[in-house]
């Protein structure tokens, strides 16, 4: 627990605990590290994670918390996830827990069924489409969500499919957008590099920031568009930013396209910000995606994104106004995008400017944090409808 957080501001302060898979580097754990670090004085605070590991902890434990653990040790379907939940559902008890907010699929499968055993409120976060699982995961998922006190979804897109495909009354289902400390990003902008990147030899500069760990990413079509445009005789570098088991057969396509001198895999970065700050464009070209930090920080960056139209991507990207929006799965368009950047860079440099507007009035961190704050505060005074 963390002691200065305990501050009461007129009666008992809620208990409130974030409960996360883990603290990998995320877009989930980032926003709850955003949480941690910008709700008032007036919660008391606890995290709590299946696994203490990941790059974040040590931030964690410099704003003052120490997670308590919950391993599941493997499968969901051992005896050790009963055994968890007990012990679960015991310390919501012990610590007289107000309020829970689950932010991942894992966790959600011990934390609902412990809260409702300890008479705990919880909150599900529901921050992606489903698109990473099977019908026997979703359905679960689906019955979980319907089971909390609310759930809380980062895009439009997300909430429609909570309440017409899962069944989640709409009452109990809010969008609340992730948000950006734009002050910080633009500190990191300024610091200027932490590694050396490839020369362009002054040619433009596509951004691509995404895990290489699942095909729904498509990078392939990044490569092709490099390609097609190639044919046309227009030159543009990508910057790929990420890492994971694909990106060895990634850069195997990209030497069989012939691109593999402008393709220039970076691996991951600790300095995104820097690297978008020496773009002329940003893409995220996935499949299905959720609400993609990486998008959010190439429009705070003044920079037109190209983005597909799944998932969230449309909730930020308004096609022609704040960067360009493409049919997924569709090279040949994306490098239609790319030439319209190309030829056009007014225009890109409106879309630009008209994206980091876009960031400060909507996306900011104060933003998301104070409609956490509203949800929290109304959760916990209120009963399940």
């Known amino acids: 627990m963390r002691p200065e957080k305990a501050a009461e501001q007129g009666g008992e302060p809620i208990r409130l605990m974030q409960f996360t898979r883990s603290f990998h580097i995320g877009g989930t754990e980032v926003q709850v590290l955003e949480l941690l670090r910008g709700l008032p004085q007036s919660y008391r605070l606890q995290v709590s994670v299946l696994q203490d590991a990941g790059p974040l902890v040590g931030t964690l434990r410099e704003l003052g918390f120490k997670p308590e653990e919950f391993p599941l040790n493997g499968s ?26 689950v932010h991942d699929f894992y966790s959600t499968m011990l934390v609902v069924p412990a809260a409702k055993l300890a008479g705990t409120k919880v909150i599900v976060g529901r921050l992606d489409l489903a698109h990473w ?75 691509h ?12 079509d990044l490569l092709k568009a490099l390609q097609m ?17 694909r990106r060895a057969g990634l850069e195997q396509q990209a030497a069989e396209m012939g691109v593999s001198d402008i393709a220039h895999f970076l691996g991951h970065r600790i300095d995104v910000p820097a690297l978008y700050a020496r773009a ?5 070209c996935s499949s299905a995606e959720g609400m993609s930090n990486a998008v959010m920080e190439g429009m705070a960056a003044g920079l037109p994104m190209v983005v597909t139209s799944v998932g969230a991507n449309t909730d930020l990207i308004v096609d022609g106004e704040r960067g360009l ?8 368009k994306l490098c239609q995008a790319f030439r319209r950047i190309l030829d056009n ?14 960031v400060q009035r909507e996306l900011s961190l104060e933003r998301m944090v104070q409609r956490h704050h509203d949800l929290y505060q109304s959760v916990a005074k209120s009963s399940l409808n």
């Open 76 to 101: 969901l379907m051992r005896p050790n996830t009963a055994w968890q939940i007990l012990r679960l559902a015991k310390w919501f008890k012990q610590n007289r827990i107000s309020l829970v907010h």
């Open 133 to 207: 699982h099977g019908p026997a995961k979703r359905a679960v998922h689906a019955g979980f969500s319907r089971m909390a006190d609310h759930v809380v979804a980062n895009a439009e897109a997300i909430r429609r499919m909570l309440v017409e495909e899962e069944g989640v009354p709409a009452s109990r289902v809010s969008v609340i957008h992730n948000g950006l400390d734009l002050p910080r990003f633009d500190a990191r902008m300024k610091e200027g590099l932490r590694q050396p990147v490839p020369d362009t030899g002054g040619a433009p500069v596509v951004l």
């Open 209 to 220: 920031v995404a895990n290489m760990n699942h095909p729904v990413k498509r990078q392939e």
């Open 229 to 245: 445009l190639r044919q046309e005789g227009l030159t543009l570098h990508a910057y790929l930013v990420g890492d994971g088991p």
């Open 280 to 284: 002329a464009m940003g893409v995220l």
């Open 325 to 332: 929006v493409v049919p997924p799965e569709d090279p040949a």
């Open 345 to 358: 860079p007014g225009h890109a440099q409106q879309m630009g400017a008209a994206a980091r507007t876009f």
